[in-house]
């Protein structure tokens, strides 16, 4: 099946700071979307970006299809931005569920 | 707009016996609905795609007898953990769409803790 790869898998910074994080898959994709995990375990919907670029507020997203990855941008850190977030994809040609990355740990210190 | 809710949100039961969670959307009808399961500190797995009015397909390695999964309208799935094993204590996520090429809505999650 498909490979999904997040990097860093960790990754602290200070409040205001910047930061990329991306994913690697291994095959083409009908869909592919970025979460966040809340502490109550909620994944809140970030970005549907099968390709192309989209921004919402301090998160920006981009994914290159014919190069198999995607990154999503984090400007301005806000210790609530702080939790695990997720790429997922649906491998193309089906109408399958969502298989995810192992995520990265976003920690956001004051 | 794209609810999903689940309930109950966490659940106790004793080994053996069985559990029903219930997924719904509750603002648009839903062709397809999936069932995940997350361990501790861990990422989602994919159990099973339902489809309304249609059996369930499920992932490798889930067994469908333990997890019997119902897609009764297009608003509303069930998994139902029979005879239950504290192995099957895990955080469960459902999760819907509208349609192919459309983004997946996610549930708050039931958190299953068998005795």
């Known amino acids: 099946g498909i490979q999904v790869e997040q990097s860093p898998p960790d990754l602290i910074l200070q409040e205001g700071a910047n930061s990329t994080l991306r994913c690697n898959f291994s095959?083409?994709?009908?869909?592919l979307q970025w979460f966040h995990q809340n502490p109550w375990g909620q994944l809140i919907n970030l970005f549907y970006?099968?390709?192309g670029t989209k921004q919402n507020g301090r998160l920006s997203a981009t994914t290159v299809a014919t190069e198999r990855y995607s990154l999503l941008y984090i400007s301005s850190s806000q210790t609530t931005d702080s939790g695990v977030y997720f790429c997922?994809?649906?491998?193309?040609?089906?109408?399958?569920?969502?298989?995810f990355g192992k995520g990265t740990h976003l920690i956001i210190q004051p | 707009g794209a609810v999903v809710s689940q309930h109950p949100s966490w659940v106790i039961c004793k080994s053996g016996t069985s559990v029903k969670i219930e997924c719904r959307s509750l603002d648009f009808q839903a062709t397809t609905m999936f069932w995940y399961r997350q361990f501790p500190k861990q990422s989602l797995m994919l159990m099973a795609t339902s489809n309304e009015g249609s059996k369930a397909t499920y992932e490798q390695g889930v067994e469908k007898d333990k997890f019997l999964i119902n897609h009764a309208s297009l608003t509303l799935s069930t998994l139902t953990v029979t005879s239950a094993h504290p192995e099957d204590s895990s955080f469960y996520i459902c999760s819907a769409t509208p349609g192919v090429f459309y983004e997946q809505y996610f549930g708050p999650g039931t958190r299953l803790t068998v005795t």
């Open positions: 970006i099968p390709s």
């Open positions: 095959d083409s994709v009908n869909n």
């Open positions: 997922a994809v649906v491998p193309g040609g089906g109408a399958d569920g969502l298989t």
